[in-house]
Structure formats: structure tokens, C-alpha cells
């Protein structure tokens, strides 16, 4: 499996609720985040060139493990479960000092603006070949 792992961050302030337990929409706003920084720096672009593109998700799942507290370091590991002919199916995991806090899917899907499913162009399936699980 070629996984890829964010650089550690801390929770902010603002990600968590008043017990100071980070949100849990945070926890999918972390490997949003790591999703883009991935895929930039492939040099794919997210939002398209010329073309507005979109990524939207198709199906999100998420297991909450363990709570993230305010300040917690944390890190977002993510591997290319499926990679489709329109899709991208990531596995994740988010951790803090080497414990799994929450693990999860996503998949998302590449539309042109009132287009539908765009397929995937030929250079990023190759790029992303490399982070795809291996069986």
C-alpha cells in the first residue's frame, strides 16, 4: 500500500465544540484538506484550468475512534482505494501520537460545470497510480 501522509498540524480553537473535542466535521475537513494538498501537489488541479471543474463527494463514511482535543498534533494518512474511470475512492485515516482517531472513505467524482462525470484524464491516472492500495 503507498499511503501518503500530511505534514502534523494541531487542532485550532475554532475546530472544536464547547467541551473542546474537535467537531466532527472537522475530522472530514482534515482529509478534505490533505486531499487537495495530495492532489496539488501532483499538479492536478483541483478547481480545473480553463475548464471549471469540481470534485464533489459521492459518499463519505467516517468511524470516530478516539476524541481530538484543542491543541492535539494530529496527521491525515490517505491511500487510493479505487481509482474509476470518473471516481477516486480514498481511505483514510487521521491520527495523533500514533493512535487512529478516526479511519474512513471518500469518494469523489470529477464534473464539468452542467456536464455530469468527466473521465479522468490519462496523465493524473498515472500520476495517481502510485497511491493506489495495493491487494
Known sequence: MN???SEEKQVLFSE????TRVHF???LRYV???EHVLLNSLEINVFGGEEALGWPRGHVECRYLKPLYYH???QVKL???RLGTSSLTWGFKVISNESEIAL????TVLVGEGKGPLPLPEKWRSQLEGFQEKP
Not at 16 to 19: G, Y
Not at 104 to 107: A, F, K, T, V
Open 32 to 34: 478534505e484538506n490533505a
Open 16 to 19: 472544536t465544540d464547547a467541551s
Open 104 to 107: 474512513g472513505e471518500i469518494r
Open 79 to 81: 491511500v487510493l482505494k
Open 3 to 5: 499511503e501518503w501522509v
Open 25 to 27: 466535521t472537522s475530522i
Open 72 to 74: 492535539d498534533p494530529y
